[in-house]
């Protein structure tokens, strides 16, 4: 009950195409759901959060998709870039606030 | 921009040998936490710490590990006993607390046991 499922584990786009990428959860009660990017060598670094009482949240090129009857949500790059290339972590936010990580997907945008 | 910062960067160690990692969280944030990241896997949570305790601990962190904020700047992460298991990188992160839930990570260190 205190896991996210995310998929795929890697992804490879063509520059200007749409990344998308998928997490699953299974306790209601999580409320706060993040994504986050982390390139080599760096920490995690919140790139956009949603909260489960809307159904999408856009922010530029980036958009997160929630369905909360099936308990999924999902990443969409559009007009994917190299400079996206980098691992995708979605996350929910468990007791105490801690951050619960899915199991990443390394994003590789082709030029 | 206020960032966390962590050091050292890399931390190489004998298997049984005592390390220390240190953190500087940004200056207003009360909520702390170590995270640590073994090769190619998920970011997992170690430990949240508020008020000068521990606030939540996960399985992982167990009688080998403490966190200390010893002075009102430095958030350390104590590994008393090195396993070869423990190889991985640490981040530490930090929120304000005060309004949203955004944690702000540093750049890690990272941890080898020989």
Redesign the interface.
């Known amino acids: 009950q205190q896991q996210v499922k995310q998929s795929p584990q890697s992804l490879i786009v063509q520059k200007g195409g749409i990344s998308i990428i998928n997490c699953a959860y299974e306790n209601t009660a999580f409320d706060y759901f993040p994504w986050y990017q982390q390139f080599p060598g760096k920490g995690p670094a919140l790139l956009i959060a949603i909260r489960p009482d809307v159904s999408e949240k856009k922010e530029g090129r980036f958009t997160i998709s929630f369905n909360k009857s099936a308990k999924q949500f999902s990443l969409h790059i559009m007009d994917s870039q190299p400079g996206d290339s980098a691992t995708y972590f979605c996350a929910t936010l468990g007791s105490a606030s801690k951050i619960i990580f899915g199991s990443g997907t390394r994003l590789s945008i082709r030029p | 921009e206020p960032e966390?910062t962590q050091t050292p960067s890399h931390q190489v160690t004998q298997m049984g040998q005592e390390v220390i990692l240190r953190c500087v969280p940004i200056s207003n944030h009360l909520?702390f936490?170590w995270?640590r990241q073994i090769l190619g896997?998920?970011?997992?949570?170690l430990v949240?710490f508020?008020n000068n305790e521990i606030?939540?601990k996960?399985e992982i962190f167990d009688d080998q590990f403490s966190v200390e904020r010893p002075d009102g700047s430095n958030f350390t992460l104590k590994i008393r006993s090195t396993k070869l298991e423990d190889s991985a990188m640490y981040?530490c992160?930090s929120?304000t607390g005060l309004q949203g839930?955004?944690?702000f990570?540093?750049?890690?260190t990272r941890l080898t046991v020989l």
């Not at chain 2, 896997?41 to 949570?45: D, G, M, R, S």
């Not at chain 2, 990570?105 to 890690?108: E, K, L, S």
């Open positions: 966390v909520y936490y995270y896997q998920k970011v997992e949570f949240s508020y606030s939540e996960s981040f992160a929120r839930n955004e944690q990570f540093g750049p890690g």
